[in-house]
């Protein structure tokens, strides 16, 4: 890689992150400290504006990078993260954005709750929270050091190392200083330019094949080695029942892992009413949607005018297929146009990846200190305060500058740091692996752990506290065991310890398996509780999720 394409991408990256670290330092001086400014900015923001912010949080590294590089290895079978990651949306928009807007405060334990016994609801879902915010960081972390590796010409283990580390604190700083506030408008800054580079490449695509989709498919599947195999179902999941399975397991996860994933989740007390948090979905699925239909093209671009050979050859796992298509479109090696287009895309892709870790590492440093640290503060009552206390509560919260709002705050900036720390650690082990392939493992603990005991909450009457632990402990165990001894950690060389093989889980996704358990330790929990479940209390919850009464 020519020391044009280094300077000018390193240039384009350090303006981005000194406007970004620009917005944290603005609003650090404007904020006042407050658990409610900290973890939901204020509840202030419109609902064009969290769609967007909704949008970069959701279009992360592993779509950018992640997708297209499967789909430039594998084609057809690639495509279904693509569609996965878009139809998941009609599942949040109609199941659980305005109902968690409602119900909610903080985090998903807050919807849960509302009527059950805190402290081991809160434990638990404060648990799973923090183990799906950390897969997901690893993959963001997997993106940043490929991209460094692509970027400076060789895949130094030391390049990449410190890459990741670097992103790591960045994030941390992010958190701690900025809040939901800084970190809304860096992911909102970030959508907007992360669309216009996907626009741009698309369309350059496009021209290049003079619009005639038919001939980038013919030769995204002559350049690939597979013929027509290329553009059919059955490249990566054709292989056999194992093949078939891991394909019906990727799809559940995808489709109903977004609903679990606490980042997400965490947008929608952003805005001051629910209404706000449903345009801001509507606003969500135009962007991600426009933003997957293009990475197909990319995928396939990337396939057809540099090579799936060339691809695999830069990295294993494909995470630099747009990179490389950008430097052909521009011109190729060692043109301005490749120079120039190169280091924008890079530039994108590494704001792509801040803005993501930044998203996450709040959400799970939120549940730290909100659900997990809370919990063994206050006494273990049952359901949620009425809105009085919780009204004398905020306003305690801005009067005293110690009372238990701020101390939640000062945990949850040294809970940042921490999870940084896990997820450099991880992403250094995990270096070798697809990221889209990461996110899917993420979506499938989210969609084992966290999606059964909402939905539970949100819709069964006779739903228990020891349902609610159940249903967490029930689905999130079983997905990371099956994840520890399945393929993807030993017994195949693309695992992360190819030398040894304890694998007995045949399939490389959890989700078939571990989503169905999730909920079936929800319901077995709730029948063989001695617990009455409180009516009360469901139908103080049923009519603030419908109607918003009594919503924080």
């Excluded at 985090?107 to 016994?117: F, G, I, P, Q, Y």
Aim: hydrophobic fraction near 55%; glycine fraction near 12%.
């Amino acid at each position: 890689m020519s020391g044009d394409h280094q300077t000018l991408a390193l240039l384009l990256f350090s303006a981005f992150v000194a406007v970004t670290l620009g917005i944290t330092t603005w609003v650090s001086r404007h904020r006042h400290g407050s658990a409610e400014e900290f973890y939901t900015g204020g509840r202030l923001f419109s609902p064009m504006e969290n769609g967007f912010a909704i949008a970069g949080d959701y279009m992360s590294a592993a779509s950018f990078l992640g997708i297209s590089g499967l789909i430039a290895l594998f084609g057809y079978d690639g495509m279904l993260y693509s569609v996965g990651f878009l139809v998941a949306w009609l599942v949040v928009l109609l199941l659980v954005a305005e109902l968690v807007r409602n119900c909610g405060r903080f985090t998903l334990a807050d919807v849960v709750a509302a009527r059950m016994r805190e402290r081991p609801v809160r434990i638990a879902a404060g648990t799973s929270s923090v183990a799906v915010s950390i897969l997901y960081l690893v993959a963001q972390m997997v993106g940043a050091g490929s991209l460094v590796a692509l970027l400076l010409g060789g895949t130094s283990e030391a390049a990449r190392a410190w890459t990741v580390i670097g992103v790591g604190a960045l994030m941390v700083v992010y958190v701690t200083l900025g809040g939901m506030r800084a970190t809304t408008w860096i992911q909102i800054v970030k959508a907007v330019l992360l669309m216009a580079g996907t626009i741009a490449l698309t369309v350059l695509v496009l021209v290049r094949f003079h619009g005639d989709f038919d001939a980038l498919l013919t030769t995204a599947a002559e350049r690939s080695g597979h013929g027509k195999e290329f553009l059919s179902p059955g490249l990566v999941y054709g292989g056999g029942w194992t093949a078939r399975f891991d394909f019906m397991s990727l799809g559940l996860a995808l489709v109903l892992g977004t609903a679990g994933l606490p980042h997400i989740l965490s947008r929608f007390y952003t805005v001051p009413t629910a209404r706000a948090a449903r345009r801001s979905v509507v606003w969500a699925i135009g962007l991600i949607g426009g933003f997957y239909l293009m990475t197909i093209v990319l995928g396939f671009g990337a396939a057809a005018l540099v090579g799936t050979d060339e691809v695999r050859a830069s990295s294993a796992a494909g995470n630099t297929a747009v990179p490389l298509l950008a430097l052909d479109l521009g011109g190729g090696a060692g043109s301005t146009g490749g120079t120039v287009l190169f280091a924008v895309v890079a530039a994108v892709a590494f704001a792509t990846i801040l803005a993501v870790v930044a998203g996450i590492t709040l959400a799970s440093s939120a549940s730290v200190a909100h659900d997990l640290y809370a919990s063994l503060k206050r006494p273990d009552r049952r359901g949620r305060p009425d809105a009085k206390r919780h009204s004398k509560a905020h306003s305690t919260a801005h009067a005293k500058p110690h009372s238990k709002p701020r101390s939640e705050v000062a945990v949850a900036r040294i809970a940042a740091a921490g999870i940084g720390a896990v997820a450099i650690a991880l992403g250094l082990l995990a270096r070798d692996l697809n990221v889209a392939f990461l996110v899917g493992l993420a979506f499938a603990v989210a969609a084992s752990a966290n999606l059964p005991v909402l939905l539970y909450s949100l819709f069964w009457r006779n739903f228990t506290t020891r349902g609610a632990v159940w249903s967490v402990y029930g689905g999130l165990v079983p997905a990371v065991l099956l994840v520890v001894f399945s393929p993807v950690v030993s017994g195949s060389p693309e695992a992360l310890f190819p030398g040894v093989d304890f694998h007995v889980f045949p399939l490389q996704n959890p989700g078939l398996v571990s989503i169905p358990l999730g909920f079936l330790a929800g319901w077995l929990g709730t029948v063989l509780s001695r617990e009455r479940a409180d009516e009360a209390k469901h139908a103080e919850s049923e009519v603030r999720s419908l109607t918003g009464a009594g919503a924080v």
